[in-house]
Each structure stands twice: as structure tokens, then as C-alpha cells.
């Protein structure tokens, strides 16, 4: 099973929007709407941000936002913040009961 | 508040084996499917397992490069996750998280993480 691809790195100035892609392909991203999106900062356990494609657990700000579009998701994070400078990592249900991680793309706040 | 708590970690030879513990507490242990990923020094994350809850079956699922070498077991009656690592590789070093997967989200994402344990496999 090979990771999703994400770009390794993207970034915006504060108030700004940037969009994280995460490619797979029919097997897991387009198959299935059980993508999910992490936030990781440095030395930190992963966070739940979006799940099943566009939905957002309690207490995540809506700034952030999930689509999908055939077999490549998106994470946009609108009115970029300082804190929002972090790791991101989309992941998929790859079917027979096993998931898949995107590669990871480093969020720069300018 | 949901805590997950790992322990266990440590240096281990190559094809040494060695058994990480998950304590779980604010939460209802036995309704939650668990789950563990890993991540190597400046990599990114893996899936490596997923136990469901016993009255979901509690059956396990792993992805290739662990199948047959790692297995997750659990003790409702102690609220204690376990990841069995055997025959273990240098590849195998990462820190190790302990996740609830689905249990206030759904099943396809994991939703609270501990602060994950360090495994080092090395000589």
C-alpha cells in the first residue's frame, strides 16, 4: 500500500487561504469517504481535524474545511493563523480493513 | 478528558521482541475500537493495527510490513491496550501512538492520540 501524495510544503501569509492536496487513487481516496485530515506541531501527538471528507470534530475551528474530488482530497485552512504553522497529514480506509497515510506537508505561515 | 497513556518503550536488539502498553482512561474502554500508528525519526505516519471492540467481535487488522510480527491485544478489565512486537527490524524504530479510532468521530478516523513511546531497534 503506498502513502498518499501530498506536496511537502505550502505556505501563506496571515489572513490568507492555503489548500493542502492529498492524491491516492480508486483503491482508497476515490473509493471511499472516509478521509481524514492531522495537524501535528513539533514533538506533538497528531490532531484530528476533519473526518469523513469534509466533517469537523467538536472544538476545531471552522477555518478549516475538507473536500473531495475524485481520487485526490483537499484540506483548506481559510484566515491562516501564527498557530495554525504545523505538520498536515491526510489519511484514507484502503479497504480490507487497512488505512493509509499521506506523506505529510509542512504549513508555513509567513 | 480521554487520556491514553504508552509505556513500554525502549532500545531492543534486532530480532528481539518487545511489548508496548496503552492505559486508557475518560472513556468507556470497552465500547472503542483502538488503533496504532507509527512515526519514524522525521517521517511520516503509518497505520500498523486496529483491535475493534468485543462486542464489535474484537477482531485485529494489520498492513503487510507488520502482519504476523506485531499483535494487538486488550484488557477491557484493566482499560489496557498492548502491541506485541516480535522479530523486530531496524526499520521498526519510531514512536509509537496508542489511538481511539471512531469513538467520538467515526470509524474511519482516529480521534484522540496519546503522546506516544519511542522504540529504538538497534545493535
Known amino acids: 500500500q503506498s502513502a498518499l501524495t501530498q506536496p511537502r510544503s505550502v505556505s501563506g501569509s496571515p489572513g490568507q487561504s492555503v489548500t493542502i492536496s492529498c492524491t491516492g487513487t480508486?483503491?482508497?481516496?476515490?473509493?471511499?469517504?472516509?478521509v481524514s485530515w492531522y495537524q501535528q506541531h513539533p514533538g506533538k501527538a497528531p490532531k484530528l481535524m476533519i473526518y469523513?471528507?469534509?466533517e469537523r470534530p467538536s472544538g476545531v475551528p471552522d477555518r478549516f474545511s475538507g473536500s473531495k474530488s475524485g481520487n485526490t482530497a483537499s484540506l483548506t485552512i481559510s484566515g491562516l493563523q501564527a498557530e495554525d504553522e504545523a505538520d498536515y497529514y491526510c489519511?484514507?480506509?484502503?479497504?480490507?480493513?487497512?488505512?493509509?497515510f499521506g506523506t505529510g506537508t509542512e504549513v508555513t505561515v509567513l | 478528558e480521554v487520556q491514553l497513556v504508552e509505556s513500554g518503550g525502549g532500545l531492543v536488539n534486532p530480532g528481539g521482541s518487545l511489548r508496548l502498553s496503552c492505559a486508557a482512561s475518560?472513556?468507556?474502554?470497552?465500547?472503542?475500537?483502538m488503533s496504532w500508528v507509527r512515526q519514524a525519526p522525521g517521517k511520516g505516519l503509518e497505520w500498523i493495527g486496529r483491535?475493534?471492540?468485543?462486542?464489535?467481535?474484537?477482531?485485529?487488522d494489520y498492513p503487510a510490513p507488520v502482519k504476523g510480527r506485531f499483535t494487538i491485544s486488550r484488557d477491557d478489565s484493566k482499560n489496557t491496550l498492548y502491541l506485541q512486537m516480535n522479530s523486530l527490524k531496524t526499520e521498526d524504530t519510531a514512536v509509537y501512538y496508542c489511538?481511539?479510532?471512531?469513538?467520538?468521530?467515526?470509524?474511519?478516523?482516529?480521534?484522540?492520540w496519546g503522546q506516544g513511546i519511542l522504540v529504538t531497534v538497534s545493535s
Open positions: 489511538i481511539t479510532q471512531g469513538y467520538s468521530t467515526s470509524k474511519g478516523s482516529f480521534d484522540y
Open positions: 475518560g472513556f468507556t474502554f470497552s465500547n472503542a475500537w
Open positions: 483491535m475493534k471492540s468485543k462486542t464489535d467481535g474484537g477482531s485485529t
Open positions: 489519511c484514507s480506509y484502503a479497504g480490507s480493513y487497512t488505512y493509509v
Open positions: 469523513d471528507v469534509g
Open positions: 480508486s483503491s482508497d481516496v476515490g473509493g471511499y469517504n472516509y
